[in-house]
């Protein structure tokens, strides 16, 4: 079965995008009168980008979880929401239907009433991508409080600055995660995080993996015991509720950081109408979802992704979602395609790092295997290279089913340019066409509107004109910085940060960031967070981080550092680095590279050439371009000698 906004035809997406540009309102209005609200919007959408100010279905009253949960009760409350697959496969598959979800978000917002959890307060959620998760974020959504989600690679310190830019009070973690043969200890890293914080009031600790770890009275309690106190609270005659939380459409929703070209990461916040509208027709169309399918999206919840497409578009809809907590090579490198085995899994959505990861074991994880159920992949995250687009059409998808080249961000809430599943085009990798609603523009660095000669390609960099329901409203207590960031590059546009190829049809190939921000296996980071987590290493004097190509993880990170004094023992110093910037931010912010120079290309005011270091890292050694508003090209030529 489809939806009443289900795109079908080439034909009918040509007419929604054109509604959606002629007439916004009314475009929108028509998708947003198939949800659950307590109250109609007076007005469809108001906005101007240079404060900005953007306010989508203004006056409207709902609450997300009506949405997500208690609308599909009658209809779908025997149905599987949630299929979670444990990191062990030994481990027993939990299937969480719609009913079972109902009930434990009620219950899970019981417990955060019960500890004090009010609207519109800041709850940080260090977990692993178990069920109660999901549970968690929902029952936060139920009870008006905001969510920030922090993932659960990241370092004490990561989490210290997250939870004290939110001030939370709150914190709902687990004793530890298991990811492949791995323990994470994520109580004890909380812990640490929290050495010097005295405004947590709370936290509350999910037992996943039997991790010793300390419960501080007075502020540590189990989530076990509190569910249980709440489970009785919440049954009334044999009746399960907790009364949702009547909101406003433009409430806070959640908040999530993300890194950007400053140093430290920013607080993107969405809000709750638009949020829901956009990710669930995102969901629908660019997937081409029908109802009873199976969609597995191998993200992780601490990243946008599995915000958008494990849990809310796909609930919001009333599908079922897979959700996995191990890694793409355990028990070993077929673990992917035995869930699509055994869940019959119908849609696919992972990231180019994960099939290059994969391709490489070639194809005997396959054997045996049976795919026939998938009917749709999709990829997302960063640039997906021809060779892994094809690998993935061949061996997974076995050239039956489109492959959807999904680009979008933090900031964006959900997919902006892709081809809709079976209904437009793909084009090996080019994301190709705009959803109806997004108006991309491709500018100079000047903000003039690139256009092209005729039939050729263009280039420039990516902005939008206008918003859609799911832009990004604010950055956590700092507006200006949002304003900054991304409305005040060029007038009235959003800029993305990315540059993007254009085609004579329109398609567009997205080509990468075009700011000093880093895409890492599908994660992002500033360069400027990582130097200045080198920088933190006693016997370093100054940093500098540029990317480079890298063949699994699309980029790679190269270090140049200058050390105070010179080290007899390099190695170690480069091992000392690695574990201080592991301290400081997480892993996955290890440089890939190291190398110690005297000195770095700046220019006489002091700004450092990071064109020329990028060239270097890229391995380019001859045309390194103009040299000459260097202080001291000499530098050069030392940094291309000892280039690692
Ligand atoms: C990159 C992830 C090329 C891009 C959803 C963007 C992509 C950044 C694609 C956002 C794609 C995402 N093709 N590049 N299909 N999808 N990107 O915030 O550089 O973690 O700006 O959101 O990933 O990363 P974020």
Known sequence: MSYPYQINSIEEYKEAYKKSIEQPDAFWASIAEHFT????????????????????????????????????????????????????????????????????????????????????????????????????????????????????????????????????????????????????????????????????????????????????????VWWEDEMEHAEQQVEINGKINFEPAIMDAEDPLFILYTSGSTGKPKGVVHTIAGYMIFVTYSFVNVFNYQQGQIHFCTADIGWVTGHSYIAYGPLCAGATSVMFEGIPTFPDAGRFWDIVDKHQVNILYTAPTAIR??????????????????????????????????????????????????????????????????ITPSKPSWATLPLPGVQPILVDENGNEVLPNGNETIAGNLCIKAPWPGIIRTTYGDHERCRTNYFATYDNLYFSG??????????????????????????????????????????????????????????????????????????????????????????????????????????????????????????ETENLGDTTALLDPNIVNEIKEGRV
């Open 357 to 422: 990861s994969l391709m490489g074991f070639g194809t005997q994880p396959l054997e045996g295997k049976n795919l026939s159920s998938l009917k749709v992949l999709g990829s997302v995250g960063e640039p997906i290279n021809e060779e892994a687009w094809h690998w993935y059409d061949e061996h997974i998808g076995k050239k039956r089913c489109p492959i959807v080249d999904t680009w979008w961000q933090t900031e964006t809430a959900g997919i902006l340019i892709s081809n809709l599943a079976g």
């Open 37 to 220: 609200w307590k109250k109609k919007w007076d007005k469809v959408v108001e906005w101007n980008f240079k404060e900005p100010k953007v306010e989508w279905f203004k006056g409207a009253k709902l609450n997300i979880t009506e949405n997500c949960i208690d609308r599909h009760l009658d209809t779908l409350g025997d149905k599987p929401a949630l299929i979670w697959e444990p990191n062990n496969p030994e481990e027993r598959v939990r299937v969480v239907t719609y009913n079972r979800l109902h009930k434990r978000v009620c219950q899970v917002a019981q417990m955060l009433k019960n500890n004090g959890v009010k609207k519109g307060d800041r709850v940080c959620i260090y977990m692993g991508m178990v069920p109660e998760l999901v549970y968690a974020i929902l029952g936060c959504a139920r009870i008006g409080a905001i969510h920030s989600v922090i993932f659960g690679g990241f370092s004490a310190q990561s989490i210290a600055d997250r939870v004290t830019d939110a001030h939370a009070e709150f914190i709902i973690t687990c004793d530890g995660a298991y990811r492949g043969e791995k323990v994470i200890p994520l109580k004890s890293v909380i812990d640490d995080a929290l050495i010097n914080n005295t405004t947590v009031k709370r936290i509350i600790v999910f037992t996943r993996t039997r991790t010793p770890v300390s419960m501080l009275k007075g502020r540590d």
């Open 498 to 619: 990315d540059g993007a190829l254009k085609d004579e049809n329109g398609n567009y190939r997205i080509t990468g960031r075009v700011d000093d921000v880093l895409n890492i296996s599908g994660h992002r980071i500033g360069t400027a967070e990582v130097e200045n987590a080198i920088n933190m290493h006693a016997g370093v004097v100054e940093s500098a981080v540029v990317g480079y190509p890298h063949n699994i993880k699309g980029q790679g990170i190269y270090a140049y550092v200058i050390l105070g004094q010179k080290h007899s023992d390099e190695e170690l110093t480069k091992k000392d680095i690695l574990q201080t910037v592991t301290r400081i931010i997480g892993a996955i912010a290890k440089p890939d590279k190291i190398q110690f120079v005297t000195g770095l290309p700046k220019t006489r005011s002091g700004k450092i050439m990071r064109r020329i270091l990028r060239k270097i890292a890229e391995g």
